[in-house]
């Protein structure tokens, strides 16, 4: 059992969600070496043809459910097994708990992307699976929103309940445990617009974790981006906290995260051919207005974090009309590991910081701007490495759900949240898909505004060539 809840582990992925959400949104433009890739999706072209191939779309729906099926079949086949003692008991309790967890967050995602309201229960959710079907040719149709959150809830609920003694190895924050259910809640009842709740389990995870928001200091003697300050802080002997989270140096502020060992699948390469730099390939960049975000005079950690050392910065860009080769900003959130990979990074599905992200959110809905405000600069302080920042100042809900969604844009950027985030949070913010004009070249369409029908995604073909009971989204 515990062989193939490895496995189970092992196929858990939000690879599709980080691709999917960066070429969609705002947080990448098309590469200086960019050779067609990516090209139509940045084009804002979404049908459920297209969603068969990669980790995108039709990858988001297989891969879940790929995820949802390892799970339900340990739960089967551990149906024949019988533990012979207490302590053998609550091993096999554990694994169990384990894999319902594994399939309460599978189902979780693919209510994220693939259902239209996740505030209204009785809309259409997706296809709920709790069993191992028969054979390749049983169809079902989609459940309600209702139906599938109250399973995700029975799973966690399980899970909650018997995973036992935590586990104290090296990596722990790679397995479910107590914390990542609350983090789990906590972003659920967001999406759902369930603050009290959210705001509750986000304050059990600030108060019981024992984590920290990795800090920005100490960062190198020098100036930063001269070719010293450089070699020290980008090196796998960096000592700066965020950095090191980064790169798998550390745990850091990381609740939960996917464990991508050497040899495993890669995330570098949805941006790069070879690797994380100027001369590693880079067919997707950081968006302009992102990286404008990042101002580096300020202090920001993240400035120097999401930027590889090697781009190219032309502060003409928007009149050069070389833009694409002399302007290239290459990503490097994930950097690679220490011992040789340089595409590989573990997913960081769960942080601290989302956490005073979602208690800023709860705080504008209990209408205590100056409470969401306080959460926001706990945040840019910790990401800061010159000084505290001034506490934001909020005349109205609008100006606080921009700022938030701001933050999350930065903070955030390239974990998959900034598709979502929009449409949860932009028509409130007054946002939408926010692209510099530069990267918006020859493009007919420049933007999509939170209430376009695409902020759901459709039904892939081959779920619906193959299950005449399915439903596609409206819009496809």
């Not at 554990?94 to 594994?102: D, L, N």
């Amino acid at each position: 059992m515990q062989l193939y809840l490895n496995e189970v582990y092992d196929r858990l992925t939000v690879a599709g969600e980080i691709e999917y959400t960066g070429i969609l949104t705002d947080e990448t433009s098309i590469g200086s070496q960019n050779g067609g890739q990516n090209v139509g999706l940045y084009r804002f072209i979404i049908n459920p043809t297209t969603s068969a191939t990669g980790n995108t779309l039709g990858g988001i729906w297989g891969n879940h459910y790929q995820a949802i099926n390892f799970a339900n079949r340990l739960l089967r086949g551990a149906s024949s097994v019988t533990p012979v003692d207490a302590a053998d008991q609550a091993k096999y309790n554990s694994i169990i708990a384990q894999a319902r967890g594994i399939r309460a967050f599978a189902h979780f995602q693919l209510l994220s992307f693939f259902a239209p309201n996740l505030k209204d229960d009785g809309s259409l959710g997706v296809i709920l699976l709790t069993d191992v079907p028969e054979n390749v040719n049983v169809t079902r149709p989609r459940n309600t929103v209702g139906e599938v959150f109250a399973q995700i809830n029975s799973d966690l609920d399980y899970a909650e309940a018997n995973l036992g003694t935590p586990v104290t190895t090296l990596g722990k924050y790679k397995y479910i445990s107590i914390d990542m259910i609350n983090a789990f809640r906590a972003r659920m009842n967001a999406y759902r617009g369930k603050y009290t709740e959210a705001e509750t389990y986000a304050d059990k995870v600030i108060s019981n974790s024992g984590l920290t928001l990795s800090a920005a200091t100490p960062v190198p003697a020098g100036t930063p981006g001269t070719a010293a300050w450089n070699t020290a802080f980008y090196s796998t002997t960096s000592t700066n906290p965020y950095r090191r989270m980064l790169a798998d140096l550390e745990q850091g502020e990381v609740i939960f995260a996917l464990d991508r060992a050497v040899g495993k699948s890669t995330i570098g390469n949805i941006y790069y051919f070879n690797q994380t730099n100027l001369t590693g390939g880079p067919f997707m960049e950081m968006g302009r207005n992102l990286f404008n975000i990042l101002d580096a005079t300020t202090g920001d950690i993240r400035r120097r974090a999401y930027i590889d050392p090697t781009s190219k910065i032309d502060p003409t860009y928007l009149t050069n009309p070389n833009f694409r080769l002399d302007d290239v900003l290459c990503i490097d959130k994930y950097p690679g590991k220490p011992s040789g990979a340089p595409l590989n990074n573990d997913l960081k599905v769960f942080r601290l910081s989302e956490m005073y992200l979602i208690k800023a959110e709860a705080r504008v809905v209990a209408n205590d701007l100056t409470g969401a405000a306080t959460q926001i600069k706990k945040i840019r302080d910790a990401r800061n490495f010159i000084a505290p920042v001034t506490l934001p100042t909020y005349t109205n809900a609008q100006a606080a759900w921009k700022d938030i969604l701001k933050e999350r844009r930065v903070e955030l950027a390239f974990e998959g949240h900034r598709y979502l985030d929009i449409k949860r949070l932009g028509t409130l913010a007054g946002e939408q898909v926010d692209r510099n004009s530069r990267d918006n070249e020859n493009l007919s369409e420049t933007t999509m505004a939170p209430s376009d029908y695409r902020f759901t995604l459709p039904i892939p073909f081959e779920e619906i060539n193959a299950n005449n009971l399915v439903q596609q989204n409206p819009g496809y």
